[in-house]
């Protein structure tokens, strides 16, 4: 079984640009989670979906930010625009009713 | 805040060493996981053990919930689990991940 698939795997952009990453979930998973990893902050929780709908948005850090999921198997992280202290490696998860989350391989983002 | 601490940050082993990382939280857990990062990034799951014991091969995790911790232990190491050990948390009130700040681990050859 595939495990959560994130696009693109690298990402550089010039700062003001839209940014839009993917996720599709392991199937039959019904909960979906966006972490950003950095130095500074190290893993933190931006967002988590249940049944497609988003439950807690908490970790959003602005109105920049935006995250959805249309259907069971795709959810997509928008940035817009995208500043230089968005640089990070955006990593998409995903767990069943057992809990046990599973990541993807992350996406790294750089903004210049 | 709820918090989850891990100890050592840092640790440094020779080829054939045992170790042993522990993870504090700050109150009671219903689910906790160990993961490895590798030098690639990518994060392993290791253990999901809200209680108990659990072993697979040279690695094996214990969580004991009533005192608030866990430990993760390491026999035999080798350069290839070198990387940086996170444990993460989850409490009663929904499905978040609380993770620890890591240990980072080099295996010398």
């Known amino acids: 079984d595939a495990g959560v698939i994130q696009s693109p795997r690298h990402e550089v952009t010039e700062m003001g640009q839209e940014v839009t990453l993917r996720c599709k979930p392991i199937?039959?998973?019904?909960?979906l989670f966006w972490y950003r990893q950095t130095m500074m902050r190290g893993l933190e929780l931006l967002i988590y979906?249940?049944?497609?709908?988003?439950?807690?948005d908490s970790g959003m850090p602005e109105d920049r930010f935006s995250a959805k999921m249309p259907n069971a198997s795709f959810s997509t992280l928008k940035i817009q625009p995208s500043e230089p202290r968005d640089s990070a490696v955006y990593f998409c998860?995903?767990?069943?009713?057992?809990?046990?989350?599973?990541f993807g391989p992350g996406t790294r983002l750089t903004v210049t | 805040g709820i918090q989850v601490e891990q100890s050592p940050p840092d640790l440094i082993l020779q080829e054939g060493a045992n170790s042993t990382l522990r993870c504090n939280f700050s109150?009671?857990?219903?689910?906790l996981q160990w993961f490895h990062q590798n030098p690639w990034g990518q994060l392993i799951n290791l253990f999901y053990?809200?209680?108990g014991t659990k072993q697979n091969g040279r690695l094996s995790a214990t969580t004991v919930a009533t005192e608030r911790y866990s430990l993760l232990y390491i026999s035999s190491s080798q350069t290839t689990d070198s990387g940086v050990y996170f444990c993460?948390?989850?409490?009663?009130?929904?499905?978040?991940?609380?993770f620890g700040g890591g240990t980072r681990v080099l295996v010398k050859p």
């Open positions: 199937s039959g998973h019904d909960y």
């Open positions: 998860a995903s767990s069943g009713r057992g809990y046990e989350q599973y």
């Open positions: 109150d009671s857990v219903n689910n």
């Open positions: 053990i809200p209680s």
């Open positions: 993460a948390a989850r409490w009663a009130a929904g499905n978040k991940l609380t």
């Open positions: 979906f249940n049944n497609n709908v988003p439950i807690d």
